[in-house]
């Protein structure tokens, strides 16, 4: 019928009509992943071009880039892209080009809805498994997938149930599945136990167990890969680490350009996102306080293959006492030196305060309190609040001043005055955050500088990584995780560390715990 046939029926006939062809709309854009990305029934998505193409490529279907930007993304011209879509999708992607968003979140909803369960047994469910290296980076991509379900009707009448871990669905077909997040663990035991038709390794480049922190992302991909149904995908979805070090790396290198066994792209922050920092400030930023850093996390290109982690495994273990609380209560004879990596406006502050008693070399250290404030998503940190509570800490160690680098310390200088609370600087520059990490990286190796156990700074300093400078010199680098941490509590211990063991044990000069002394 035409639509002017259809105008001179009756109300209920023409709804009857209209809800029908929504139906069939809505049904023919669930035929790929991205058709459901950008129809107003599922997603209601604005895709950029290469966003585009990875899903396009990834089942096989033809891309909407020419050769150029084939060759850039795909490393191969358009017409040796593989025609059957690859079990394994490899994307080196830049941060904040919706990777976690755009890519992972509409392809774990889609594979959820629309992966063929034949052999499911009475009352399994299948899942839709995500995995990040921490819960919470986990649950921020079931986060983007809750949104996408809010916002769409058809999406929202399917929920059987939701928690902050999983969102039960039921399928077109009468099926329930479930869209589950996990962290990742040593065994890759987060992926086994289930029917996957989708895996998404969010991150993956830094996957390490938080309790021993070993490196398992090829683990878990081992685990998840033997656990996919027939049509279902895994993808590695990560900012880059370092050159050649870790599954996606291994990945790229045997199948980029190729695609035999897994379809790989490298996708830089402005390709996937070409809104991005508009103006170039946020980049312009990154580059002048660390351009390999910047060149990792915009241009997704990984740090040389010259870089090593800095922090060995065997010296971080035997530093590490389980026994002892995480904070230790201030006692007689404690030299104390305090140092924060303090930021208020997008990541963490941190302080730390480090014990040390005895003298040269026979002195021994403990990381005596470490604590981190993190700002709420869209409400930055308040200075005054933050060393508020920092001075409570300080002033129970008996420690009157703290040191910071040059970031942030005016406004740490006027909120520690009123506690009387002086800022000291730390060593400035490459040569300064040398000094200070080569420090504390000699007293682990000696056996002179105890820890707690505490999975989040045990999973920072082993991601440290340094490599030779040009004349001379060495470059340390932190990753920045999507959740903004920076090697902020591994700078607050170093700091610390280095200022401990500036500390003079003289009654003049040095900050003693129950003496009470400056």
């Avoid at 850093?293 to 990984?302: G, K, V």
Wanted: glycine share 10%; proline share 7%.
């Amino acid at each position: 019928m035409t639509p002017r046939q259809i105008a001179t029926l009756p109300a209920a006939e023409q709804a009857a009509i209209a809800a029908a062809l929504d139906g069939h709309e809505a049904a023919v854009a669930l035929a790929s992943h991205r058709t459901f990305a950008e129809s107003p029934h599922w997603c209601g998505l604005s895709l950029s071009p290469l966003v585009g193409a990875i899903m396009d490529a990834a089942e096989g279907r033809p891309v909407d880039l020419d050769d150029a930007a084939c060759l850039r993304h795909f490393g191969c011209p358009r017409a040796e892209l593989p025609t059957v879509a690859r079990r394994l999708v490899a994307v080196r992607a830049g941060g904040r080009g919706g990777k976690s968003s755009r890519l992972l979140a509409t392809k774990a909803l889609h594979a959820a809805l629309t992966v063929p369960l034949p052999t499911l047994a009475p009352g399994e469910r299948a899942v839709a498994l995500i995995i990040a290296p921490d819960l919470t980076l986990a649950r921020q991509v079931l986060g983007f997938c809750s949104g996408y379900v809010a916002a769409s009707p058809r999406l929202s009448a399917m929920v059987i149930r939701e928690t902050t871990e999983e969102i039960e669905l039921r399928r077109p077909d009468g099926l329930p599945v479930l869209i589950r997040v996990r962290a990742a663990s040593r065994g890759g035991k987060g992926g086994r136990g289930f029917v996957l038709t989708f895996a998404g390794l969010d991150e993956a480049a830094f996957f390490r167990d938080e309790s021993s922190g070993v490196v398992n992302d090829t683990e878990i991909y081992r685990a998840v890969a033997q656990r996919l149904a027939p049509g279902g995908q895994c993808w590695i979805v990560s900012t880059p680490w370092v050159e050649g070090q870790g599954l996606l790396e291994e990945t790229l290198a045997a199948n980029h350009g190729v695609h035999t066994h897994a379809l790989c792209a490298t996708a830089p922050t402005r390709a996937l996102n070409p809104t991005w920092d508009p103006d170039g400030t946020i980049e312009a930023a990154l580059r002048a306080s660390d351009p390999d850093n910047a060149d990792r996390e915009i241009l997704a290109i990984p740090l040389v293959a010259g870089s090593a982690l800095f922090f060995d495994r065997v010296s971080l273990d035997a530093a590490t006492d389980e026994r002892r609380p995480l904070d230790l209560p201030p006692r007689a004879g404690m030299i104390c030196g305090a140092a924060g990596d303090m930021a208020f406006r997008r990541n963490s502050s941190a302080l730390a305060i480090t014990a040390r008693t005895g003298d040269g070399d026979a002195a021994r250290y403990e990381l005596a309190f470490l604590d981190e404030i993190r700002p709420e998503k869209g409400s930055p940190l308040k200075p005054s609040g933050v060393c508020m509570t920092f001075a409570g800490a300080l002033s129970r160690y008996a420690v009157h001043d703290v040191h910071t680098d040059s970031h942030e310390r005016e406004d740490v200088s006027d909120g520690m005055a009123p506690h009387s609370i002086s800022v000291l600087p730390l060593p400035a520059g490459q040569g300064g955050k040398a000094e200070q990490y080569l420090l504390t990286r000699r007293l682990l190796r000696e056996g002179r500088l105890t820890i707690p156990k505490h999975p989040r700074l045990r999973a920072q300093l082993g991601a440290i990584t340094a490599r030779p400078a040009p004349g001379g010199g060495l470059v340390i680098t932190s990753p920045q995780t999507a959740d903004g941490a920076h090697g902020d509590l591994v700078s607050a211990l170093v700091g610390s560390v280095w200022a401990a063991s500036r500390r003079s044990s003289d009654a003049d000069e040095s900050t003693t715990v129950a003496g009470r002394r400056r």
